[in-house]
């Protein structure tokens, strides 16, 4: 099982949305039958199977066992991953796009980069893990408080003077076997959660 996988397919997204359903793959991230699982969602048996074979039809759910069990088999199944975010590649044309409206101060340009960074690094991951290789990247995650909206400007500002410094020391546009890499770094306000 995958710690995250990203769905790209618009009726695997479906599939995954459903409550029922995607109650069933959070119980899967440890192994079940359909009837330990009904036992946990209060769910008659054919009904789990019914959404069981819709799951593994999809790719979201994978056969790990199969124990005999008097006259019948008894199928034990795991999702595929921990945790799923869906690509917006799976709306296709209405997906989220940063140069339908490239204005770096807006919300909604911030999601669309957000959005096309899911759609990208989701396929280079499928595409790694089908070669059985790791995908080589870099992110930075942490919290600021500005003392006040003049000291947030600053801050963007010499953040994206750092950025372009960088950026311009070690681009190489015209290197032999060098990769383009994506740089994104965004600034937003953090929601507080509630810690378990």
């Known amino acids: 099982m995958h710690e995250l996988s990203v769905i790209d397919d618009p009726a695997a997204a479906g599939v995954s ?3 029922v359903r ?3 793959l959070a119980e899967l991230a440890v192994p079940g039958s359909a ?3 009904a036992a946990k969602i209060g769910l008659p048996r054919q009904k789990v199977n019914y959404h069981l074979r819709t799951l ?14 008097g006259n019948m088999t008894e199928r034990v199944m795991q999702a595929t991953a921990a945790s799923y975010v ?8 209405v997906a989220p796009d940063p140069g339908r409206a490239p204005d770096r101060l807006s919300a ?3 999601i669309a980069v957000a959005a096309r960074t899911v759609r990208d690094v989701g396929e280079l991951l499928a595409g790694a893990t089908k070669a059985g290789k ?7 995650d942490g919290e600021v408080t500005f003392a006040s909206a003049a000291d947030r400007a600053a801050f ?7 950025v372009t410094a960088l950026v311009g020391k070690y681009h190489a546009e015209s290197a032999s076997g060098g990769r383009p890499h994506r740089v994104v770094v965004a600034v937003h306000q953090s929601i507080p959660r509630e810690t378990a």
């Open 134 to 140: 790791q995908l080589a990247t870099f992110a930075i």
């Open 156 to 162: 963007a500002t010499e953040l994206a003077d750092a």
């Open 17 to 19: 949305l459903d409550p």
């Open 86 to 93: 869906i690509s917006p590649a799976a709306l296709g044309a």
């Open 22 to 24: 995607a109650r069933m």
């Open 35 to 37: 009837t330990t699982l």
């Open 56 to 69: 593994e039809q999809h790719g979201l759910v994978e056969l790990v066992e199969e124990r005999r069990r």
């Open 108 to 110: 909604r340009w911030l």
